[in-house]
């Protein structure tokens, strides 16, 4: 065995005393094999994260990497579980391997999942709470937190009425940094070249549409061939109709869209910024509301410091499952990326598998970032 | 020692890109010698002592160039692209060498009408995740490239489904929905009812002179590149022009500069005013001939040339200023 180094004794060491902090509130230990098979990771995270995976394959030739993270394997672990479909608090610690350029692959993290509490609020506050009680104890100072709420985004964008589309290139748009008006401003799609057979198929059926589709490739000799069925290419034209007939989303409510996002501060404040908003713009988000305002009421109680805690309405985390709250946080005076990000992901346990919807929240602490850089002698 | 090291010349050892690459150095006067049998994977340069010649498959060129283990070496730029994740900071590509022609392109069933560009795509695919609960499949062999592709056009709701063969046929047998491959006429592709995006070429590539950047450059190395890359450029230079011979009656007036300004032509003295040589590119053969005659010229010959030497040597020069020490790096031990 090699010596341990220093800083891997320093980052064992906290690691230690954030798990410690999470059992006591009685998040159960688990520990997700290091070696998991890839294909869920890409199904939820897509190619893009393929580059920072480390493979491998067995010998059957199914392929298998090292675990990036922890929450898709500690979901999948509860959704096997006996504990599956109950109320289910986990922590689990260890090291983690992603490729990044100029950074170590091997880093230690410390995770901790809330699943199948119906009390959205409490959870969200509770997991934001504790994860960062257990870095202010491994690491002293104080956190600067951020956080969004991708369900706040996505009320609005209803009550806005702005199409499907738009509304996930707008999230996945501003989850990667990129502004509204950039994203809003790319082309639709090539529909206006087709404007003859929408308009052949405004006022028809999912029937007639079909029947005009295979129509149209019969005619261009176009032997059916791979993934989509004729009904499906027609009834994405039937959409595109729809779409074309919707009534636009025009300069009001990309102004109040715009006004969502740059809604910035204390909390409390940020609050009532988006009631004066809903209530100006005439939007009931009164769900998505009375969640948000509860929540920051239970933050406070759950130990959050609201005075060093800021929302963000153009805050996201550039992973398409997140469905609600999210966060980070950084440790006041520490150069770098966060110590500590995470946030609600409802639609999780359905990916992989789950036949009924399964709530969760959930947070991951960077242990290597609480010291960095220290090798100080023992 | 670094003195003692030879450069290494890659060069494909099988297939089209063999006999391409073959004729292409034969055509700037560079025999490649191969060793005592066809299977032999070593060869020498006909009159160059301290170059080797490797022959290898085309991927592996393309590695060895960007690990430093060979000078110089033709690959296409797609494989490049492809297995060098920094090809910029590791391999310099000095020269298009007018074969291996090639298109990476996204090609989707021609049976979705409704589809023509990657805006179609992105939401296709994001439709087709969202109802099915799994994600489209793309087949390809060149993962990073689909990868960055896709990524730029925003389309992120698919997975890669890795071919190494036959990958048109992927969407007809069920095992990919659309594919990522190269294609020169489109042909096999429209054969296997697939189309290409309308914005969908990934890549326009072709094979070309590649430098390493990282392989261990001595002055010997660099010395004997100079004088490849001299011999290179002199018939790149001699191939891209003509020469052209006008004559006249006794009196005619000098034409250089009116030739240089509408042509680009360039005059050479011919020591006498009744016969005037120009150099110019092959396209402008034409249009320079009939402006002689129309200026009093009695008769125009034009002949290709075999090289052009020339002081300057711009292809060598791209590989020192690319290198990092201009052109000094010793080899690690």
């Known amino acids: ?378 | 020692m670094t003195t003692s090291r030879p450069l290494v010349l890659a060069v494909p050892s099988k297939g089209r890109m063999q006999e391409n690459a073959a004729g292409f150095f034969a055509r700037a006067g560079l025999t490649l010698q191969q060793g005592r049998g066809a299977r032999d994977y070593r060869g020498t340069l006909a009159g160059f002592d301290d170059v080797e010649v490797a022959y290898l498959p085309v991927a592996d060129i393309v590695s060895q160039l960007a690990e430093g283990a060979v000078h110089l070496g033709v690959a296409g730029e797609d494989l490049l692209r492809e297995q060098v994740a920094d090809a910029g900071a590791r391999v310099a590509l000095l020269s298009k060498l007018g074969f291996g022609n090639a298109n990476v392109v996204v090609a989707v069933p021609q049976a979705w009408i409704d589809v023509r560009g990657t805006a179609d795509l992105e939401d296709v695919a994001a439709v087709f995740h969202a109802r099915r609960g799994r994600r489209m499949r793309v087949a390809t062999k060149y993962i990073n490239l689909t990868r960055a592709f896709l990524s730029s056009r925003g389309v992120t709701d698919y997975r890669i489904v890795e071919s190494l063969g036959a990958t048109e046929g992927a969407p007809a047998s069920g095992t990919a929905e659309f594919i990522v491959d190269i294609t020169t006429t489109g042909a096999t592709l429209t054969a296997n009812g697939l189309k290409v995006l309308d914005d969908g070429v990934m890549l326009r590539s072709e094979a070309n002179l590649m430098a390493s950047l990282t392989a261990p450059w001595s002055d010997a190395t660099l010395a004997a590149a100079r004088m490849i890359l001299a011999r290179i450029a002199a018939e790149e230079a001699a191939r891209l022009s003509r020469e052209v011979r006008a004559q006249f009656e006794a009196g005619a007036p000098d034409l250089g500069p009116e030739a240089a300004a509408r042509f680009a032509a360039e005059r050479f003295p011919s020591g006498s005013p009744d016969l005037q040589i120009f150099h110019c590119a092959a396209g402008q053969v034409g249009p320079l001939s009939d402006w002689l005659v129309e200026r009093g010229a009695g008769k125009v010959i034009v002949a290709p040339m075999d090289y052009i030497f020339a002081a300057a040597n711009p292809l060598f020069d791209s590989l020192v200023g690319r290198l990092p020490s201009g052109g000094r790096s010793e080899p690690v031990p």
């Open chain 1, 1 to 378: 065995m090699p010596h341990e180094s220093e800083t891997t004794g320093i980052g064992r060491r906290n690691m230690s005393a954030l798990m410690s902090v999470l059992q006591q509130a009685r998040y159960a230990s688990v520990t997700p094999d290091i070696l998991q098979e890839a294909a869920p990771f890409l199904d939820l995270g897509g190619e893009e994260i393929r580059a920072s995976l480390f493979f491998t394959t067995d010998q059957t030739g199914r392929e298998l990497c090292l675990r990036p993270e922890f929450t898709i394997p500690v979901c999948r672990a509860y959704l096997t579980s006996a504990d599956a479909g109950t109320p289910t608090r986990y922590s689990c610690a260890g090291p983690v391997f992603r490729m990044r350029a100029g950074e170590p692959a091997e880093t230690l993290q410390v995770g901790l999942e809330s699943f199948g509490r119906t009390d959205t609020a409490a959870a969200d506050a509770e997991v934001l709470g504790l994860a960062s009680e257990a870095v202010r104890a491994a690491a002293g100072g104080s956190l600067t937190t951020i956080f969004g709420d991708a369900g706040l985004l996505a009320s609005l964008l209803d009550a806005l009425r702005l199409p499907a589309l738009w509304q996930r290139r707008l999230k996945r748009g501003l989850d990667k940094g990129e502004s509204a008006a950039t994203v809003l401003a790319a082309a639709p799609t090539t529909a206006a070249d087709h404007s003859g057979v929408l308009a052949a198929m405004a006022g028809t059926d999912a029937a007639g549409a079909r029947a005009l589709v295979d129509d149209l490739l019969s005619i261009a000799g176009i032997a059916s061939v791979g993934g989509r069925s004729a009904s499906e290419i027609a009834e994405r034209f039937l959409s595109q109709v729809a779409l074309r007939a919707a009534p636009p989303f025009g300069p009001e409510q990309r102004s109040i869209l715009d006004r969502y996002l740059a809604i910035a501060g204390e909390p409390d404040a940020a609050a009532l910024a988006l009631r004066a908003l809903a209530e100006e713009a005439g939007l009931d988000l009164s769900a998505a509301l009375d969640l948000f305002e509860a929540r920051i009421s239970l933050m406070a109680i759950e130990g959050v410091d609201l005075a060093t805690t800021r929302f963000s309405g153009a805050f996201g985390r550039n992973l398409d499952y997140y469905t609600g709250f999210v966060f980070e946080a950084r440790l006041a005076g520490l150069p770098g990326g966060p110590v500590l990000v995470g946030g609600r992901y409802d639609r999780l346990a359905q990916a992989l598998g789950s036949t009924v919807p399964v709530p969760a929240v959930g947070a991951a602490i960077w242990v290597d970032t609480l010291h960095p850089g220290q090798g100080t002698p023992r």
